[in-house]
T-cell receptor, first 112, second 116 residues
Framework: DTAVSQTPKYLVTQMGNDKSIKCEQN?????MYWYKQDSKKFLKIMFS???????INETVPNRFSPKSPDKAHLNLHINSLELGDSAVYFC???????????FGPGTRLLVL | AQTVTQSQPEMSVQEAETVTLSCTYD???????LFWYKQPPSRQMILVIR??????QNATENRFSVNFQKAAKSFSLKISDSQLGDAAMYFC?????????????FGKGTHLIIQP
């Protein structure tokens, strides 16, 4: 009965590769998010998305793109991976109106 | 833009004692939401407690309570009867009450150590 799930949990890849991280929520929420947690544990919003709008943090490189096939899924696609992309990526979801966000288990990405 | 500051990078407390984690924030909005999340070594982000700014009453969840001082823009977390399982990183977070799909703004976190 996992609420917010992410796959894979660990991802090791070479610089220059393209990779995707999948996120699914079964909470019936209408809004989903991607966060990046850096090596110092700092969490920063990357994207917020519901069926009406996509909000992109202006600091996110355009190599990162969210893709939502339906309301329960928000995948993160990353092109041309760089060393600095190594981090933990969290997916989260909420009701747009209720505001409380629930997080997935995180995906640790290591770019070599 | 809103900012959230957690001035204590690390705190240590004896098991069964009480500890308070500090959080201050800066915003020009009058209505918003504040949260405390816990991140144990498993790295899962777990919601601890939530406070709506329009509510004067401080939120409580079992051994966890907050001291919300709106005028001072302060939102501290008190953990009573600390347990070994409380050891984790604790993050304070802010969220606008606006109708958009805004994300959370996080502080840098406080690493809580529980001494047995």
């Amino acid at each position: 009965d996992t609420a917010v799930s992410q796959t894979p949990k660990y991802l090791v890849t070479q610089m220059g590769n393209d990779k995707s991280i999948k996120c699914e929520q079964n909470l019936g929420h209408d809004t989903m998010y991607w966060y990046k947690q850096d090596s110092k544990k700092f969490l920063k919003i990357m994207f917020s998305y519901n069926n009406k709008e996509l909000i992109i943090n202006e600091t996110v490189p355009n190599r990162f793109s969210p893709k939502s096939p339906d309301k329960a899924h928000l995948n993160l696609h990353i092109n041309s991976l760089e060393l600095g992309d190594s981090a933990v990526y969290f997916c989260a979801s909420s009701h747009l109106r209720l505001k409380t966000q629930y997080f997935g288990p995180g995906t640790r990405l290591l770019v070599l | 833009a809103q900012t959230v500051t957690q001035s204590q990078p690390e705190m240590s407390v004896q098991e069964a004692e009480t500890v308070t984690l500090s959080c201050t924030y800066d915003t020009s909005e009058s209505d918003y939401y504040l949260f405390w999340y816990k991140q144990p070594p498993s790295r899962q982000m777990i919601l601890v407690i939530r406070q709506e700014a329009y509510k004067q009453q401080n939120a409580t969840e079992n051994r966890f309570s907050v001291n919300f001082q709106k005028a001072a823009k302060s939102f501290s977390l008190k953990i009573s009867d600390s347990q070994l399982g409380d050891a984790a990183m604790y993050f304070c977070a802010y969220r606008s009450s606006g109708g958009g799909a805004d994300g959370l703004t996080f502080g840098k976190g406080t690493h809580l150590i529980i001494q047995p």
